[in-house]
T-cell receptor, first 113, second 113 residues
Framework: GENVEQHPSTLSVQEGDSAVIKCTYSDSASNYFPWYKQELGKGPQLIIDIRSNVGEKKDQRIAVTLNKTAKHFSLHITETQPEDSAVYFCAAILGGGADGLTFGKGTHLIIQP | NAGVTQTPKFQVLKTGQSMTLQCAQDMNHEYMSWYRQDPGMGLRLIHYSVGAGITDQGEVPNGYNVSRSTTEDFPLRLLSAAPSQTSVYFC????????????FGPGTRLLVL
């Protein structure tokens, strides 16, 4: 069936280094790709999103890239800081209709001091 | 604005008991949805609503009912709880549809014994 694959499941980086999380999707008609950050004990919060008519979007230290041909998109975090430690989820709209987002299984990002 | 609120924060049920998880938003959002989050599974859509009086099933609807009598409220009902429904439940809302920023509540942690 339609799904979103996310890798890696855990990522540990040194403070100040960059982190990259990758997702692939199965529906070539997908046109909206958000990234959510979830801190411990809280609900997910949108950090950045991209639509299929652009290839890259940046917001300060965070960027998302989209390759429609290969059906994958990535989250890039530069100059990582301790507060970046969290679980990150990619998502996509798969299929027609109005039902919700399909989420990846999440990446636990650990920033080592 | 309070945003999206959920009650209770934590609940323990015995198998076969029923309960209602409450969700409310004060942002005048039309689109509301319920997700469950299980370890290693990401978030999976249970039910969603595109406006008052309109609801539909998501990926994992079995064992759950919803109603949307007002724009603000979107309760999730468990008719006969089962241990497989042990999970963290998140309610989310957006202005009009799934292709926009989803605002998540803080979650309800449910344990079914």
């Amino acid at each position: 069936g339609e799904n979103v694959e996310q890798h890696p499941s855990t990522l540990s980086v040194q403070e100040g280094d960059s982190a990259v999380i990758k997702c692939t999707y199965s529906d070539s008609a997908s046109n909206y790709f958000p990234w959510y950050k979830q801190e411990l004990g809280k609900g997910p919060q949108l950090i950045i999103d991209i639509r299929s008519n652009v290839g890259e979007k940046k917001d300060q230290r965070i960027a998302v890239t989209l390759n429609k041909t290969a059906k994958h998109f990535s989250l890039h975090i530069t100059e990582t800081q301790p507060e970046d430690s969290a679980v990150y989820f990619c998502a996509a709209i798969l299929g027609g209709g109005a039902d919700g987002l399909t989420f990846g299984k999440g990446t636990h990002l650990i920033i080592q001091p | 604005n309070a945003g999206v609120t959920q009650t209770p924060k934590f609940q323990v049920l015995k198998t076969g008991q029923s309960m209602t998880l409450q969700c409310a938003q004060d942002m005048n959002h039309e689109y509301m949805s319920w997700y469950r989050q299980d370890p290693g599974m990401g978030l999976r859509l249970i039910h969603y609503s595109v406006g008052a009086g309109i609801t539909d099933q998501g990926e994992v609807p079995n064992g759950y009912n919803v109603s949307r009598s007002t724009t603000e409220d979107f309760p999730l009902r468990l008719l006969s709880a089962a241990p497989s429904q042990t999970s963290v439940y998140f309610c989310a809302s957006s202005y009009q549809d799934r292709g926009e920023t989803q605002y998540f509540g803080p979650g309800t942690r449910l344990l079914v014994l």
